[in-house]
C-alpha cells in the first residue's frame, strides 16, 4: 500500500526521537530518522527501542516512521543489517529507506522499502523499474525540473508515491554520484561518511591557465527552498514532501516543518480534493521564518529549470542570517547600530570584511531612541574587545544568525496538535454512557453505574455537562460538538463526569493506535523486470554479492565493483553534478549561441578546479547540461581494505560477464 493520490504527506527529518515527536507535533505526516547504523548520517544514530517509542507516539496521529537504512553495505555487514531490519519491524516502523539493491535479496519482513535519494532516480525509465521491483516511495533526484517530474508520475504505476526534497541543504552532486570524499579521505559519502569537499574554497582556471574565479566556494550550493512551488510540485505528481535535515537541531525541524505546515494546509483549504495525509490540525504559538535557521541562502534549484539566478553560494558557506541594520557608530567599549527589528541580550551578529563573514555575539543590547532612517538606534556591548573586531566600522551591514529571543520561544512548547471529536452522552439503565467519536471515524465507549437523580435547575445541568465533557484539556483530542441524548435533565457530579471523559479517551488513544494498519509490503512483479541497462560502471554502487544477484536476475550482464571497493585506480568522475561553472561564470557555449561575435567562439573546453594541493579537471557533458569533476583516489586509500564497519578480508569483485 502506498500513499493514496489525494494525500499530501509533509515528510520531515529528526536526528533524535525526541526531535521526530516536535516534528509530529508541528505537522509532520511522517518523520525519517536513522537507527543504530547503516544510515546515510554518520552521527545520527538512534537505538531501535528509542525509535519504537517514536513509533507509538506516532501512529497515535496516524503519522508513519521510516528509517534510513540508505548506505551501500559490505558483504560482511550485510547479515547485521538483516537483523537490524527484523529489529526495526518488531519496533512498528513503517518503512526503511534504502540504497543498496542487495537488501532486497535477504530474508526480510514484510515492511515497506522506500528508494533513498542516493539511487539517483533521474529517468522514468529507472524509477518504474524500482517501482517494479517492489518500491512503494521513490525520492527524485533534486535536479529535476517540473516537466521531468510530471513525466515520471505518468511512467509510474499508481501504487508508487513521488516523494521529493522540498527545503534544506543542498548536496552539489547527483545523490549517489559523488566519490570525491572518498577519493581524497577515505570517508565515503555512499557510507554515511562524507568530508564535504564541496564546501571547502577553490580557485577556477580556463584551458590556458587564466583564473576565472580565486578562492571562492565554487561547489557550494544555497540552500533548496520549494516554498513557492509547492502547488506546482502537486500538480508535477508528488505526493511527499521531505525536509532535509537530520543532522539539524530541534528549533529547525521545529521552525521548517512549521512553515511548511502552514503552506500545505492553505492548499489544502482551497483543494478539496487533496487530503492530509495524517490525522488532526497543527497550531503554532509561533511565526515560522526560514531565514532564522541557519542557510547559505535560498534556491529553488532546477525545479523551474535552469534559470540565470544565481545557485551557488559562492562568497561562504556560513550562515550570515537576517540583515538587520547599519553600524553608525564606533565607541571603545560597544557600537551602535540602527536596526529594523528589536535586539536582545545573546544575539549572534556578523557582518562581511573582504568576503569573509565576522561573527560577533551580543553580550548585553541598549535601546537608545529612534532612528535617521526610520530604525531604532541600540548600544551592543560584544562579548570581545572592539578592538579585536577587524573591519566594523560605521556604514558595515549587520546581519543576524542568531535570534536569541526568537530561539527562547522555540525551545519552549510552541506547538500543539489535536484531532477532533465528537462527544455523545446518553443514559442507560444503570447509569451513563459517553461514546467518543474521533476524526477518522474511530470511536470508544466508557461506562459509569450511576442512580439518576433528575436536575433542580434542566438548563444550568445541561450546560454544565457540556462544558465538562469538552474540557479534553492535555489530551490529544478537541471536542468539535458534544450531544446529550438523556431522557431528562441528570444531576451528575462533576468527579463522575471528568472520570467518564478521562475513561473514554484512554480508550479511544488506545483504539487509534490499534487501528493503526501498518503499509505492506509491495510484492515486486514477476518474472523480474529488466533493468534500464545491460552494464553499470563503478557508479551503481554495487558493493556487495547480494547487490550483484540481484543486478543479474534483473538483465545486468556486466556489473563493475564500487568505487569503495578499490578497483579504479585512474582518474575517473568523482562528482557528477547538474550545477555547471561554465554556465555560472557566462562560458557556456549555449549561452553564446545567438550572440553576435561570440557565436561558435566558445567551446566547453576542461577547466581546473584547485583547493589546496588538490587538483581537479573539470568536464562538461553539454547534451545533459552536465558538469563532471575529475580526479584520482589517493594511493594509500587505493591500497587501504575497502571500508567496512566489520572486521573482514579483502573483498574481491570480479568484473566478467556471465556465462
Known amino acids: 500500500m502506498s500513499l493514496p493520490l489525494n494525500h499530501l504527506e509533509l515528510l520531515a527529518p529528526a536526528k533524535t526521537a525526541e526531535i ?45 516512521i521510516f528509517v534510513t537504512l540508505n548506505t551501500i553495505l559490505h558483504d560482511a555487514e550485510l547479515e547485521p543489517a538483516r537483523k537490524l531490519v527484523h529489529q526495526l519491524y518488531d519496533a512498528g516502523v513503517d518503512a526503511l529507506i534504502v540504497q543498496d539493491m542487495g537488501l532486497l535479496e535477504l530474508d526480510l519482513p514484510p515492511i515497506q522499502i522506500h528508494a533513498s535519494t542516493q539511487c539517483d532516480i533521474r529517468t522514468p525509465e529507472k524509477a518504474r523499474f524500482l517501482a517494479d521491483a517492489g518500491f512503494s516511495q521513490v525520492v527524485l533526484a533534486r535536479e529535476l525540473t517540473l516537466q521531468q517530474i510530471a513525466r515520471v508520475r505518468d511512467k509510474l504505476p499508481l501504487d508508487t508515491t513521488i516523494e521529493f526534497f522540498i527545503h534544506g541543504a543542498l548536496c552539489v552532486a547527483y545523490s549517489g554520484q559523488c566519490n570525491i570524499s572518498h577519493a581524497d579521505t577515505g570517508r565515503s559519502a555512499n557510507r554515511g561518511d562524507c568530508s564535504q569537499a564541496c564546501r571547502l574554497p577553490y580557485t577556477l582556471s580556463d584551458q590556458q591557465g587564466r583564473v576565472v574565479a580565486f578562492d571562492k566556494h565554487l561547489l557550494s550550493m544555497k540552500d533548496n527552498d520549494q516554498s513557492a512551488n509547492l502547488e506546482a510540485l502537486i500538480d508535477a505528481g508528488v505526493r511527499s514532501f521531505k525536509i532535509e535535515g537530520r543532522y539539524k537541531d530541534m528549533g529547525y525541524v521545529k521552525n521548517i516543518t512549521g512553515h511548511y505546515r502552514v503552506l500545505l494546509d492553505e492548499i489544502l483549504e482551497r483543494r478539496p480534493e487533496l487530503i492530509r495525509a495524517s490525522s488532526g490540525s497543527t497550531e503554532l504559538y509561533f511565526a515560522p521564518d526560514v531565514d532564522k535557521n541557519f542557510h547559505r541562502g535560498h534556491t529553488d534549484y532546477f525545479v523551474n529549470g535552469r534559470e540565470e539566478g544565481d545557485i551557488g553560494a559562492f562568497d561562504s558557506p556560513k550562515y550570515v542570517g537576517v540583515e538587520l541594520g547599519t553600524v553608525t557608530k564606533i565607541g571603545p567599549k560597544s557600537f551602535e547600530i540602527e536596526a529594523n527589528a528589536p ?73 500543539d496538535r489535536r484531532i477532533g471529536a465528537w462527544l455523545d452522552l446518553a443514559d442507560t439503565a444503570d447509569g451513563l454512557a459517553l461514546t467518543v467519536t474521533d476524526e477518522d471515524g474511530i470511536s470508544a465507549t466508557a461506562c459509569t453505574s450511576l442512580a439518576l437523580e433528575p436536575a433542580k435547575d434542566a438548563a444550568r445541568a445541561e450546560a454544565g455537562l457540556k462544558d465538562s465533557l469538552a474540557k479534553l ?50 510484492a515486486p512483479v514477476e518474472p523480474p523486470v529488466a533493468y534500464p541497462e545491460t552494464s553499470l560502471s563503478y557508479l551503481a554502487n554495487v558493493y556487495n554479492d547480494a547487490a550483484r544477484t540481484f543486478y543479474t536476475k534483473h538483465g545486468v550482464q556486466l556489473i563493475a565493483a564500487a568505487y569503495e571497493a578499490h578497483e579504479e585506480p585512474g582518474e575517473v568522475s568523482v562528482m557528477i553534478t547538474k550545477h555547471c561553472l561554465r554556465f555560472s561564470y557566462n562560458l557556456c557555449p549555449k549561452q553564446a549561441k545567438g550572440v553576435i561575435g561570440v557565436k561558435g567562439q566558445i567551446r566547453a573546453e576542461p577547466m581546473t578546479l584547485k583547493s589546496g594541493s588538490e587538483t581537479y579537471t573539470l568536464k562538461f557533458d553539454c547534451k545533459p547540461c552536465e558538469m563532471h569533476v575529475i580526479g584520482k583516489m589517493k594511493p594509500h586509500i587505493f591500497k587501504s581494505a575497502p571500508p567496512t564497519s566489520v572486521p573482514v578480508s579483502p573483498i574481491t569483485f570480479h568484473k566478467a560477464r556471465p556465462a
Open 20 to 64: 521526530g515527536r516536535e516534528a509530529i507535533l508541528h505537522g509532520a505526516d511522517a518523520v525519517y530518522i536513522g537507527g543504530p547504523g547503516f544510515g546515510a548520517r554518520h552521527n545520527a544514530c538512534n537505538d531501535v527501542s528509542e525509535i519504537a517509542g517514536l513509533v507509538k507516539f506516532a501512529h497515535r496521529y496516524h503519522s508513519r
Open 343 to 415: 535586539l536582545s541580550n545573546g544575539d549572534g551578529l556578523n557582518y562581511m570584511q573582504k568576503r569573509e563573514v565576522f561573527g560577533v555575539q551580543a553580550n548585553t543590547v541598549e535601546k537608545i531612541g529612534a532612528g535617521e532612517d526610520g530604525g531604532t538606534i541600540w548600544r551592543v556591548f560584544p562579548n570581545e574587545a572592539m578592538a579585536t573586531l577587524k573591519g566594523l566600522k560605521a556604514g558595515s551591514r549587520i546581519h543576524r544568525n542568531r535570534d536569541h529571543g526568537w530561539e527562547k520561544a522555540l525551545a519552549q512548547k510552541s506547538s
Open 473 to 522: 484539556g492535555n489530551t490529544m483530542f478537541s471536542a468539535h460538538d458534544v450531544s446529550l441524548r438523556l431522557a431528562q435533565p441528570w444531576f451528575v457530579p462533576n468527579s463522575v463526569i471528568n472520570a467518564l471523559r478521562r475513561d473514554a479517551i484512554e480508550q479511544l488513544e488506545a483504539a487509534r493506535i490499534a487501528a493503526w494498519a501498518r503499509p505492506e509490503r509491495k
